[in-house]
């Protein structure tokens, strides 16, 4: 943070003082404004604080300052700091949050994101093992993986990876559920881009996925039509859907796809046309369908919920709050990673490196003729109990 002087005729600036307090002003100022300064009566000096101290500035001299003395008494309560001895030494490690948690169609297999690459988990007390064949020469250069997801039969993982260097792929890969076993990926996109989120048609024939603009981060090249498209399933007749929104699911029909926004869901036609705006919500995200089309999940201010998804023509407004329809909690802090079991019995959620189960059955009354209010909700779930080095 440097105090700078303006000339209001010439427009001219400089700099006079740059041994300030940082006050973020380049970010959104959450600590405030610099303010508390003033000119003295004869224009020739600026009394300002900086670093626990009163000064005065020459404005005629840069970085001419001098301290005025000022002593108070105060009383503070100070405590020691919370401090936990950290060892980044270690041969191992295990991973505290899970990403792109993902359960496969028969339920007996976890597949998910941790420390940059895909690992599989059988359920539900399995060894995580890596996905991929760490030592296949001509996937080395692939870079990190991300975002899988199953066909609806179980034999097939579509997912993302990213090299700073070669940029983003796709890639599929048979699911080989054997300890230590494991299969070949098949890239699958034609052309380069930062590709996210690929899914398969339920009939596996078609990939929906997105590909971004890009970022100061990612760059922006091979970024020039960003947006929502559906593939052949071999990376074939590839086709643009829309440019609104992301994390594409196929409908139960397979000739629409559900499309998150900033504040809903919408669906669309596989050509882009007949948009539906399906649901609005204030603080929701993350609005997952199930399968069979007669439930929603989503998160509400991080926790988790679930929610009947009735076909009432028209926009649902959809919260934690909603009463018009039954909308039940599922997480008792947070989660993340909703997805559905194949059947749409169960939702299946993560936190941090913990993996929850709800069934539906046990959260609504009117599904079992038993009462909700016999349900807990879960403190605990299985550990993922990934092991990485």
């Known amino acids: ?59 005629a001299a840069a970085n001419k300052a001098t301290q005025i003395p000022f002593t108070c008494a105060v009383k503070q309560k100070i405590y020691d700091a919370v401090r936990f001895q950290q060892d980044f030494n270690q041969a191992t490690f295990k991973p505290q949050v899970i990403r792109h948690a993902t ?32 030592n296949d ?20 993982i579509v997912y993302t990876t990213w090299n700073d260097t070669l940029g983003g792929s796709i890639y ?12 070949k990926p098949v890239k699958i996109n034609k052309a380069k881009g930062i590709f996210r989120t690929p899914v398969f048609s339920p009939d596996g024939k078609w990939i929906a996925f997105v590909k971004e603009s890009g970022s100061g981060v990612l760059g922006s ?74 439930w929603i999940a989503f998160i ?28 039940k909690v599922i997480s008792k802090d947070a989660g993340y990673n909703l997805h559905w079991s194949n059947d749409s019995k169960q939702i299946h959620y993560t936190l941090g490196s913990q993996y929850y189960s709800i069934n539906l059955n046990e959260r609504f009354e009117f599904i079992a003729n038993k009462p909700d209010s016999l349900f807990k909700i879960p403190e605990k779930g299985i550990d993922v109990n990934l092991t990485a080095t």
């Open 300 to 327: 509400d201010l991080h926790k988790g919920y679930v929610a009947s998804f009735p076909e009432v023509g028209k926009t649902l407004e959809l919260g934690a709050g909603t009463a018009d329809f039954p909308v």
């Open 172 to 183: 599929k890969i048979p699911m080989a559920t054997g300890a230590r076993v494991t299969a």
């Open 1 to 59: 943070t440097v105090l700078y002087l303006r000339n209001l005729e010439s427009g001219e600036e400089w700099p006079i003082y740059d041994q300030l307090s940082k006050d973020q002003q380049e970010a959104w100022s959450i600590f405030g404004l610099y303010t508390g300064y003033s000119w003295t009566p004869d224009d020739k000096q600026i009394i300002i604080w900086s670093n626990g101290k009163i000064w005065k500035l020459d404005v």
């Open 137 to 156: 020469a001509g996937y080395r250069d692939a870079g990190f993986e991300f975002e899988p997801s199953f066909s609806r039969d179980g034999k097939w």
């Open 103 to 134: 359960t496969s169609p028969d339920g007996k297999w976890l597949v998910f994101n941790a420390v940059g690459y895909l690992w599989k988990k059988e359920l539900p007390s399995g060894t995580p093992e890596r996905l991929v064949g760490s």
């Open 221 to 294: 090249g091979y970024t020039a039509k960003p947006g929502t498209y559906i593939m052949n399933a071999d990376g074939a007749n590839e086709k643009f859907v829309t440019d609104d929104g992301g994390n594409p699911m196929f409908n139960l029909a397979g000739d629409r796809l559900f499309i998150q926004t900033g504040s809903g869901l919408r669906s669309v036609r596989l050509d882009g046309e007949d948009v539906r705006v399906l649901v609005k919500s204030t603080y929701g995200s993350q609005f997952t369908v199930s399968p069979d089309e007669k």
